[in-house]
DNA sequence: CATGAATGAGCCTTCATTCAT
DNA sequence: GATGAATGAAGGCTCATTCAT
């Protein structure tokens, strides 16, 4: 008498839905202020849901967490393929890094909340790196063809670099703070036309 | 109610001494394996002392976290201090850092898990902080003067950049990847000599 | 507000009926594994209803119990009557003990977790012991009159102990452990004839 | 480092010894009266402790169950063994059981609290049962020694038939009922001299 | 009516801190 | 001064019950 499993499920309910979203962003909000090992209590009320709810959508601490860091992870990705048609390789590079560090800037603390609360062998943190790995990867393979990059460099590098970057730095200035670090970075890696760099 | 005078107080009792000691120790060792949220109970057991002396020593676990915090930062500190008399001051700027990645590695996650404990508007972030800013500040006048490094670099720069892309590795692999990435950083911010830098 | 007068109801729904049959069997077996903490969700579930469902058939977990505990006792009962035709009283007894038995064995669990968690001043307590006493009653007396059964024995007497050695047996065994157990305590009671009894 | 184990540690303190004996008194009041899914801080506030002393003492509700039921086991295994000298045997078994029924008559409930909270399967039930088991194996090896008592009887029987009588008594008059109750097993098994039995 | 999401009271458990010995 | 027991606030989690869809 088991509903098939391939069946598409019914459309869940509205309030459902509406409550996942809450949960999200206001879990992002918390954790973005008071660390990751805010309270989920307090993660309900700023979502204005009880707290079985909250426990109802994600059942471990774990899972909320996973959820909303997906979230954050996604919103890079995308950004570094939109930058995929880009003409010049290394500014491409460059614009996906600003455009990260904007990104960032925008939700202060969570992303450092989040690398910091994650478990490293997880399959959530497996997922980011990986997602995040490769769109950096085929960026910096158009940088190197036009032999415009440093071939020793990985996009590992480069990716742990920019986090490690943002980790440290916090408050206002945090944006025009991180973008001056990278560049410094990036003029290290690069040569030629348009780059900023130089001494 | 203040002690008579500028008397200088009793020297403490050696097992005093030695007490806060095992406390130190333990607590390091204790927080770079279970992370800052350890308990003090736990420190206290690892000590070998009961918890009613953890609190005599330390009266909060915010003063444990501190002292034990300073330490760590006053061996990087001096670290510096005794690579001012180098003679190539390029060289010994790349020196302090590999030294302090050794140090760091040597303390796996016990400066993460500090880095994330403590509060940056706290008096030991200060600190540490300035301290070490200071440490690196002279360092790098020297490169500066002998026009081997870009004029836009601040010890900041330098400090928070190390800081981040140690934050971002862990586990095994920790020290040669993080100098790989922090030499791939400062090759694009000296030129001349002995850098190990280059396309 | 009163429905309109003494009309006969309407016939409930099909499908209503088939729920509470359904609610029914599955608390039953729930409660025999789980014992009489388990969880409503999980009875609904077992069921294959929502539970909303459940609650509008039951408006309290103390009714689902209820219901389903008077279930149980009403085929103890409906045994007994059975058993008030045949010829020999003693053997009849006897009869109804082991076929008792048999009864429980089958739900192992089931009256165990029902006993305990039934409030001993509660209408259907009150229901089933008189059920089941008035049924030993009618057996009892036959005995007694064929001067087969110690006078000072009660109907009580015989289910209690009855009951007593069913709640401290558990698992495979159960039904041949209680039946000698019950043997034995008939044994002492009755003379004469077919009785298994004797030293 | 570690105080050798078999040293004859420091006598424990004074507080901590009036705890322990004030939370086992008080969790045994409460166990008889609310059942064993009483709540732990309702034990702790009846023995006027703090609920953390409580889990100091016993860190699981399994702990405290087991020191509690270890003492009610032990209170009758010790009667059994003061009876063992009596010269009657029959006499004795009758005097154990009876001295049996009013010790569990005195703190009415406990003991079916714990006979139905204990996990069948825990070491305390090994425990006790082998204990039980024991005390009247000895007693009753007298009285088949004498050619009183039906050879086929174990001392399972005996203890478990007993047990279950006083499961299903509660409230007044328990000890009345159910010493009838297991006089009435007890003639069925016995014969001769001075037992009360006969129809 | 059926459904299953929302709610929140209440129990469990941990641990920083205090205090008697 | 050292010790470790006592304390209780606070967060985690479950589940009976209510209510929107």
């Known amino acids: 008498m ?11 309910r509205a309030d459902y839905l509406r409550n996942r ?6 879990a992002a909000e918390v954790f973005r202020t008071h660390g990751g090992q805010a309270t989920l209590e307090g993660v309900a009320k700023a979502a ?6 909250l426990y109802r959508h994600f059942p471990t601490r774990e899972a ?3 959820a909303v860091y997906r979230r954050e992870i996604n919103e890079m990705v995308a950004l570094a393929e939109r ?4 003409a010049d390789p ?18 202060q603390g969570m992303l450092t909340a989040l690398a910091l609360a994650v478990d490293k062998s ?4 497996t997922y980011s790196y990986t997602s995040l790995t490769g769109a950096i990867a085929r960026l910096l393979a158009r940088a190197k063809e036009a032999g415009r990059m440093r071939e020793d460099v990985t996009p590992e590098d480069l990716l742990l670099t920019l986090i490690g ?6 408050g206002p200035g945090f944006e025009d703070d991180v973008t001056r670090l990278a560049d410094l970075f990036l003029d290290g890696l690069t040569k030629g036309q348009g780059d900023s760099g130089g001494m």
């Open 2 to 12: 088991e509903r098939k499993t391939e069946q598409p499920r019914r459309r869940p």
């Open 21 to 26: 979203e809450r949960l999200l962003t206001a």
């Open 48 to 53: 204005g849901v009880g707290i079985g709810t």
């Open 64 to 66: 909320l967490f996973e």
């Open 83 to 86: 930058l995929e048609g880009e």
């Open 90 to 107: 290394v500014a491409a590079l460059r614009q996906w890094v600003h455009a990260n560090i904007r990104l960032i800037a925008t939700k």
């Open 122 to 125: 997880s399959e959530i943190y």
């Open 165 to 170: 970057m943002c980790l440290v730095r916090t």
